[in-house]
């Protein structure tokens, strides 16, 4: 129906940065909006970064000033781009996506991927 993809994860040293980047495809009617969020091992899934499709933010206080999240309505794609990154930025990434479809037009439905690994080296 919806497909969400991530990609662009990968190891890196601590300081280095990286760049995500996550297309939402199918059944889509209009994306409202889309979000970032992290698993650690062992740990609970949470809120990274989230863009509206008029272009509000929204980001983890831990991530502030490092990273940034934007959006290409165009294309249904999310980015978030990963500055200054620290060993406890290692996690699973998660993409969601909050869209209408052709099969719900009034009620938004959250679609998710697979997740991309990102591990920071310190």
């Known amino acids: 129906q919806v497909q969400v993809e991530e990609s662009g994860g990968g190891l890196v040293q601590a300081g280095a940065s990286l760049r995500l980047s996550c297309t939402a495809s199918?059944?889509?009617?209009?994306?409202?909006?889309m979000g970032w969020y992290r698993q650690p091992p062992g740990k609970q899934r949470d809120l990274v970064a989230r863009?509206?499709?008029?272009?509000?933010?929204l980001y983890a206080e831990s991530v502030k000033g490092r990273f940034t999240i934007s959006m290409d309505n165009a294309k249904n794609t999310v980015y978030l781009q990963m500055n200054s990154l620290k060993p406890e930025d290692t996690a699973v990434y998660y993409c969601?996506?909050?869209?209408?479809?052709?099969?719900?037009?009034?009620?938004?439905?959250?679609?998710w991927g697979q997740g991309t690994q990102v591990t920071v080296s310190s």
């Open positions: 863009i509206t499709w008029g272009g509000s933010t």
């Open positions: 969601s996506a909050d869209v209408l479809t052709m099969q719900s037009l009034e009620i938004p439905e959250d679609f």
């Open positions: 199918g059944n889509i009617f209009a994306v409202n909006g």
